[in-house]
C-alpha cells in the first residue's frame, strides 16, 4: 500500500513539472497562440471535449511517412505559419548559418525529388535549434540546420554518422534549407486545400524515428531493465532499445485499452526496407522490414501487453488494408508504416512517396468505410530540414521540431488551417475519446500502471483533433486524384 502511494506521489510531481514547463512556454508563445483560423490553446482546453458527432468517426487512419519538417513542405502554403518574408508571410527571409562556407545561407525553393536533410538525433534537434537554454526553449535562433549537415562531412564513406554532403562540406550542405511548393507536391498540397492543414503539429519528442514510433502507440519512449515489470523502465529517449519482436517494452501502449475495450485495431507495415539509423545518423545499411520482422517502424511486436494480450496477429502486411478498404472492414484504428522505397525518408524520392499515399487515400475513399472515416497523414520527425517555430516544452522529452499534419474526412472542414498547438498525442487522444470514452494511458488510472514521467494526451497545451471537423455537414464526397500527378519535381518522375 504504501509503495503504491509512493508511486502516485511520484506520477503527480511529474504531472506537476509538466504543467510548470507548459507555464513556461505559453509565457513566450502568445504570438503563436494567437493567430486566427485555429484559435486558442486555452479555448480548446476549456471547451467541451467532443460531443456526440466525434462518434460518426468509425474509422480512423494513422498514415506515417518520414523524415520531412513542416517549412520544407509547407512552408509557402497561403495562410500557413510558413517560412518569414516568402509568401506573404511577415517578417525578413531568414540567414542561416554557415560555419564552413562563412556568413549564413536563407532558404531556397528546391524542385529535387532526392533530398537528403540533415541528422536527427536529440543532440541534432538541440544543435538545430540553438537555443540559449536548451530545456525551457530560451532564446533559439533555429539557425543550426546548415552547421549540423556539414557537422558529418569530412568523414569516410562507410561511417554511419557520415553527412550525405559527402566527403566535403560543399553547397550540397545547403540541402536542409530547401522547400518545396505546389507544383512539386500536387497532390499533398490539394489535401491541404480541400481538408485541413495543421501547421503547429510537433512531433512529440525532439528525437529519431524510434522514438517517435514508440509515441505513437505508446505515448514514451524508455528502456526496461525486465521486459515483464513496467516499473522496470526508465525514460531514455535517445537510447531505447530496438524492437527485436521479443518482449522488450514493459510500459503500456494503446493497444492494451483497445483491446481490453474491445475496439478492433491493426498496424499495417508495408514490406522492404527499412532505412532509419540507430542514433539518428544520416546513412547507414538498411534492414529488412515486414509484418512478422523487427523493425523500427514497426515496434508493437517488442510490447509485453502485445504478447499477452495475444495480439499479434494484428501486426499486418499492408495488402491487408487494401483488402479490408475494399471489403468495408477497416478496424477501429488503423497505423500504416512505409517501407524505404515509399517513406520520403532521405535519399528515398518524394514522388514515390506521394504516390504511395495517394493511393492509401484513394483505398479508404473508394471504401464502403469511407462516410465514416478519419485519415490523419503525418511525417514522424523533421529529419534535419529547416523550420522556424521554436518547439513548445510539455516535459523532458518533447515537444519536438514541426512536421506537416493533413486531416482528410467526409466530416473535416473544407480548406481549413489548424493553428492549434499539436503533436502526434492528439491523435491518441482523439481515438480515446472516440473509442475508450475518454479513458488515457495514465497509470493511475489505465490498469496497468507504469513510471511514465506524465499523461501525455492530457497536457494542457495540446489543442484537440475535434476542432478540425463539422460533424453537422453533409458527409463530403471523395476526392479522387491521381496516384501519379503532374510535377515540377526533377528529374521527372516515373511512375
Known sequence: ??????????????????????TNWSAMSSSVLSRGAGGSVAEAATSACCGRGIHK??????????????????????????????????????CITDPVNGGCDRPFHDRRDRNFGGPHSFAAALADMNCRNPSARIACQMNGF??????????????????????????????????????????????????????????????????????LVSEWAAA????????????????????????LYAWTD????????????????????????PGGQMTCTPVRQGAYTRGVWNPLPSFTDVHQDHQLGNIRPLQRFFSA????????????????????????????????????????????????????????????????????VVDQNGYGLRVPGIVISPYARRGYIDHQILSHDAYTRFIEDDFLGGERLNPLTDGRPDPRPDVREA???????????NFNQRPRSPLILPVCPTTDLQPKPSC
Open 254 to 277: 494503446l493497444t492494451y485499452l483497445l483491446h481490453r475495450h474491445h475496439v478492433s485495431w491493426a498496424y499495417y507495415v508495408a514490406a522492404g526496407n527499412e532505412p532509419d539509423c
Open 146 to 215: 546548415v552547421a549540423e549537415a556539414e557537422s558529418g562531412a569530412y568523414c569516410s564513406g562507410i561511417n554511419p554518422t557520415c553527412s550525405p554532403c559527402k566527403q566535403a562540406a560543399t553547397r550540397a550542405c545547403l540541402d536542409p534549407l530547401g522547400y518545396h511548393v505546389g507544383a512539386d507536391i500536387p497532390n499533398y498540397w490539394q489535401y491541404a486545400h480541400s481538408f485541413v492543414l495543421q501547421d503547429h503539429l510537433f512531433e512529440p519528442n525532439a528525437s529519431w524515428s524510434l522514438p517517435q514510433h514508440l509515441y
Open 1 to 22: 500500500m504504501i509503495r503504491r502511494l509512493i508511486r502516485s506521489l511520484l506520477l503527480l510531481a511529474a504531472l506537476v513539472g509538466g504543467m510548470a514547463a507548459v
Open 459 to 469: 497536457n494542457p497545451l495540446l489543442g484537440n483533433l475535434v476542432r478540425d471537423f
Open 57 to 94: 468517426i468509425k474509422h480512423v487512419i494513422i498514415i506515417v511517412q518520414e523524415n520531412r519538417s513542416f517549412d520544407q513542405y509547407f512552408g509557402t502554403f497561403p495562410g500557413a505559419d510558413g517560412i518569414p518574408g516568402l509568401a506573404g508571410n511577415p517578417g525578413r527571409v531568414p
Open 224 to 247: 526496461c531493465r525486465n521486459p515483464f515489470k513496467p516499473f522496470s523502465c526508465h525514460n531514455a529517449l535517445q537510447h531505447t532499445r530496438s524492437p527485436d519482436g521479443r518482449p
Open 325 to 392: 478498404a475494399r471489403a468495408g472492414s477497416l478496424p477501429a484504428v488503423s497505423w500504416i508504416a512505409p517501407s524505404s522505397r515509399v517513406a520520403e525518408h532521405p535519399p528515398a524520392l518524394i514522388s514515390r512517396g506521394e504516390t504511395y499515399v495517394t493511393g492509401l487515400v484513394n483505398a479508404v475513399m473508394e471504401s464502403p468505410n469511407w462516410k465514416s472515416s478519419a485519415i490523419f497523414l503525418t511525417w514522424d520527425d523533421w529529419g534535419g530540414f529547416y523550420d522556424q517555430v521554436v518547439p513548445p
